[in-house]
């Protein structure tokens, strides 16, 4: 059975920092890029941060650019999305996803063939 779980979410101040973990098990890790997005209220799904396995390159939303930075470790089946200098318009649902190595677009999430439930981040101004 595919499953990723995220987690880490939580409420924190404005200009403070969370890091999100996602497990993956069901799969073959390794060879699947992952991708981390986010739902506000009222708002459609936004592609926020996502990591391609087999070229290494990293595809970031322009709103996170020079605070949020995604990693992975293998080992663990586990990605993990740090997020820095947080904003009230950060507030949202985080979920992390999966798409096979052959996807062109990581910040589309029509790309993506597993999901996983979300994690909520709030940002108090």
């Known amino acids: 059975e595919v499953q990723l779980q995220a987690s880490g979410g939580g409420l924190v101040q404005a200009g403070g920092s969370l890091r999100l973990s996602c497990a993956a098990s069901g799969f073959t890790f390794d060879d699947y890029d992952i991708g981390w997005f986010r739902q506000a209220p009222g708002k459609e799904r936004e592609g926020v941060l996502c990591?391609?396995?087999?070229?290494?390159?990293?595809y970031y939303a322009d709103s996170v650019k020079g605070r949020f930075t995604i990693s992975r470790d293998n080992s663990k089946n586990t990605v993990y999305l740090q997020m820095n200098n947080l904003k009230p318009e950060d507030t949202a649902v985080y979920s992390c996803?999966?798409?096979?190595?052959?996807?062109?677009?990581?910040?589309?999430?029509?790309?993506?063939?597993?999901w996983g439930q979300g994690t909520q981040v709030t940002v108090s101004s």
């Open positions: 996803a999966a798409a096979p190595p052959w996807s062109s677009d990581l910040l589309d999430s029509d790309e993506y063939e597993y």
């Open positions: 990591f391609a396995a087999s070229s290494g390159s990293t």
